[in-house]
Structures are given as C-alpha cells and as structure tokens.
C-alpha cells in the first residue's frame, strides 16, 4: 500500500484566499518531495526538503518539513488561478530509492 | 534538470495488440522509471529500466506484459503487450538525476484500448 498519505483530496479555493495540504507517513523520509500536476500535463517537481523541521518558500508557495521527518505541508497563500492542478508529496521508501507518491490534493479555484 | 521526450503522446489501440512507448532524455541519466496513472489518479511504478540489465518489476506488474529495454544512459522503451481495456491509462517515464534524488517525468503517453 501507498507509504505516504496526503489530504485533503480535493480543495475547493475562492481566488485569493490561503490553503493548505497535508503529506503524512507512517515512517521517517530521508527526504519529501512536492509535485505539481496541471489539468492534462505531467508532475513537474517543485521542491525537495531534507531537514527536520525545514522551510522553504517560493514565492506564495511555503513548503515545510515536519522535526520527526514524517509529515510535510504545502501552503499557498493568495490563491490564483494559476494554482489550479494536482499537489503530489512524494517520499522514498524505506531503504530505497524508489518513490511512494501520495494520492494528491486537486485544487479547483473559484473566480 | 532533464528534458524528456515520449513517442507517441497518445494512441488508441485495439485489444490484444501491443504498443511500444519511447522516452528519450537530452541527457545520460542513472535512474529511469515507468509510472502508470490511471485518470484522477495518483502515479503508480511500474519498474525500474535498468541500463544493460533486465528491468526491476513492482508487484503487479510482469515482464511479460510490460517488456521494458534500456540500451543505455539516454533511451528506453515500455511495451504494453496483449492491451485489454484496463490498460488504457496515461504511461510516463521519468529520470532522476545522479546529483539529486528529484524527478523529471516526460510528457506521458495517453493509451485508450478499445
């Protein structure tokens, strides 16, 4: 079964407000990983974090790493409809190098 | 980065026949993967093309229905064999970089069996 759980699996955001998605695992990750997926494209990576406890932003995207290395969170603040896709976490399973992606959060954004 | 290409971007294929799928990256490459993803769906690995070597299989998935060939650093090929309708997914191929553990996934492929 899939490693890393994400939620929620749908976010429904009016333009301009602020949301989050969660990546959870039931075991400590070397490192996290975030994916974004528009409507008919491929994942296309957005960012790696590896530091317990790590933050990283770009632009109004704020990525964080949990201290215990077994949850991350994707904060977008402003929503745009650029925003609109499929947010995957992706985590390596244990003691490989292969990734465990979560099922992804599907953002639809309401003008 | 990586850029990846895939030939073709899409077809639609009779059961029963196969269907090769190309994935071409601009540059050598250690790491290159076969992912399936079925619609709303999150990605799901196939296996791993391993360079001069016979691919690495994820449960559920058999060398027989997915022949996988990697000839070396900057090519490999995913056949679907023997296509039933539960095949019809979108199939991506993606690399991963010997400095970084990231992945860069190529346009996919869009497989509708009829």
């Known amino acids: 079964g899939q490693q890393v759980m994400q939620i929620p699996q749908y976010q429904h955001v009016q333009e301009g407000e602020d949301f989050t998605t969660y990546c959870n695992s039931s075991?400590?990750?070397?490192?996290i990983q975030w994916y974004k997926q528009r409507p008919g494209g491929h994942p296309v990576f957005l960012i790696q974090?590896?530091?317990?406890?790590e933050v990283k932003k770009q632009k109004r995207l704020t990525f964080q790493f949990g201290e215990a290395k077994k949850n991350s969170s994707l904060h977008i603040t402003a929503t745009q409809t650029t925003d609109v896709g499929t947010y995957f976490c992706?985590?390596?399973?244990?003691?490989?190098?292969?990734?465990?992606f979560g099922a992804g959060t599907t953002v639809t954004v309401r003008a | 980065s990586a850029v990846i290409s895939q030939k073709p971007s899409r077809d639609i294929c009779q059961r029963g026949t196969s269907l090769t799928i190309q994935c071409q990256v601009d540059?050598?490459?250690?790491?290159m993967f076969w992912y399936r993803q079925q619609p709303g769906q999150s990605l799901t690995l196939i296996a791993t093309?391993?360079?001069?070597?016979?691919?690495?299989?994820e449960s559920g998935f058999v060398i027989d229905k997915f022949p996988i060939s990697r000839p070396n650093l900057t090519f490999s090929t995913l056949t679907v064999s023997n296509m039933s309708p539960e095949d019809s997914s979108i199939y991506l191929c993606?690399?991963?970089?010997?400095?970084?553990?990231?992945?860069?996934f190529g346009p996919g492929t869009r497989l509708t069996v009829t």
């Open positions: 993606s690399v991963e970089t010997a400095s970084s553990y990231e992945q860069y």
């Open positions: 075991t400590t990750l070397s490192n």
């Open positions: 974090l590896v530091k317990s406890g």
């Open positions: 992706a985590g390596p399973l244990p003691n490989d190098y292969k990734l465990s």
């Open positions: 540059s050598q490459v250690t790491m």
């Open positions: 093309a391993n360079q001069g070597s016979e691919a690495t299989y």
